[in-house]
């Protein structure tokens, strides 16, 4: 009985030990060029299903969508431009395709002396990051949030532009105003600005750190402009801050994340695809790139260093409803289909969402409204 006790307890610690050395955060997967390869397969998109949202007329224009799920429905927060600035609006789905417009959710302020008054673009935080999971949008402090740019110059992305963080105790799935933050978290023209950040700020999102990789609880990604003695011909690159409690951020490092010197790298978005994250992102004006904007992605194992993809676009122009831009990326994985939701612009200056999908699933039937001179 003894013996038997000992080879029991030799069985149970090797069992032990070969478990703790196959956990995955003794050792990361390194990124070579074969994961990059292997995540390309996973996520490319090659059938254009067309448009799923677009403005009832031409007075205004859509963008940026993001998704998430809450019980058997799908729900969209997504900007709308009409010449003053952004708002974000929300809208429903059964289906991923056929969307129903809901309402307001960041409106302009009616009080002229607040920060954000003309701007309010939102973008949903903290939400399930797992590909092909439940795309729920977590709680915070018994919150949902919001990070979102915004500043008090009228026009598209006009002015300063800065970073805000907006919160509700209610269930995201309804048309109600989030509460917001009184003060922006990041500012371009701060004390802590970087070389990166100093002219304005853009698209920003915000993950759960749970291993807590950047010694933080919360990261932020967030796309900005600056480095140039004028500011309006600076390139926009994507860095990182992180927070302990969602309302304190501080940047992170000494470089930014995703740099291509020249144009745009931004509008990051983040899923967690097996033991690797995956950051789709959009760029435009590169050097050497005959393409306007277009869809990309990066690859990491700690969300500190990304390694950029090499090969072919994700997403770019290849229709008449995005002939001019196909661009900023929202990615998801349901019933073994990819969905990646981009801004699709065309030649007219016509704004917006289309989705291109992993698996042929047909075309959509909707158009931009034609414009009056079409109409003669």
């Known amino acids: 009985m003894k013996t038997k006790s000992i080879f029991q307890t030799i069985a149970i610690c090797f069992s032990l030990v070969t478990i703790v050395s196959c956990s995955p955060k003794m050792k990361k997967r390194t990124i070579t060029d074969a994961v990059m390869q292997e995540v390309y397969n996973e996520i490319k998109t090659p059938f254009k299903y067309g448009l799923v949202m677009v403005p009832e007329d031409n007075s205004y224009k859509m963008d940026c969508p993001s998704i998430f799920k809450k019980n058997d429905k799908w729900f969209m927060t997504y900007l709308i431009f009409e010449g003053r600035g952004y708002e974000t609006w929300l809208a429903e789905s059964d289906d991923l395709l056929n969307w129903k417009h ?20 939102g973008y949903i935080a903290l939400q399930d990051p797992t590909w092909g999971g439940s795309y729920e949008w977590n709680k915070y402090d018994d919150k949902y949030w919001m990070s979102y740019f915004g500043g008090n110059t009228k026009g598209y992305e006009a002015g300063i532009l800065s970073m805000g963080m907006a919160f509700t105790d209610e269930l995201p799935t309804k048309p109600k105003e989030f509460k917001r933050l009184p003060e922006p978290v990041l500012r371009p023209n701060d004390d ?12 920003s999102s915000v993950i759960r750190d749970i291993d807590k990789e950047t010694g933080h609880e919360f ?43 020249k144009g745009i790298s931004g509008d990051a978005y983040i899923q967690r695809i097996n033991d690797t994250w995956v950051m789709f992102y959009f760029g435009a004006f590169w050097t050497g790139w005959d393409q306007g904007a277009f869809n990309r992605f990066a690859v990491s194992n700690d969300l500190i260093h990304w390694k950029d993809w090499e090969g072919d676009n994700l997403i770019q122009s ?13 990615v998801i994985k349901h019933d073994g ?19 291109a999908t992993s698996k042929d699933i047909g075309k959509s039937d909707m158009h931009f409204v034609k414009l009056e001179d079409e109409k003669k």
């Open 318 to 330: 290849s229709e008449s409803y995005d002939d001019l831009f196909a661009h900023k990326s929202f």
């Open 192 to 203: 802590k600005a970087k070389w990166w950040d100093n002219s304005t700020m853009y698209k």
């Open 337 to 355: 289909v990819v969905y990646h939701y981009y801004c699709a612009v065309n030649k007219a200056g016509q704004r917006g969402i289309a989705v």
């Open 219 to 261: 990261v932020m990604y967030y796309n900005a402009r600056g480095d140039s003695i004028n500011p309006a011909k600076g390139a926009e690159r994507i860095a990182m801050a992180v927070s302990n409690d969602m309302k304190n951020w501080k940047r992170y490092g000494d470089a930014p994340l995703i740099n291509h010197h």
């Open 102 to 121: 809901l309402g307001k959710v960041m409106s302009f302020s009616k009080d002229t002396t607040e920060w954000d008054v003309n701007q309010k673009a």
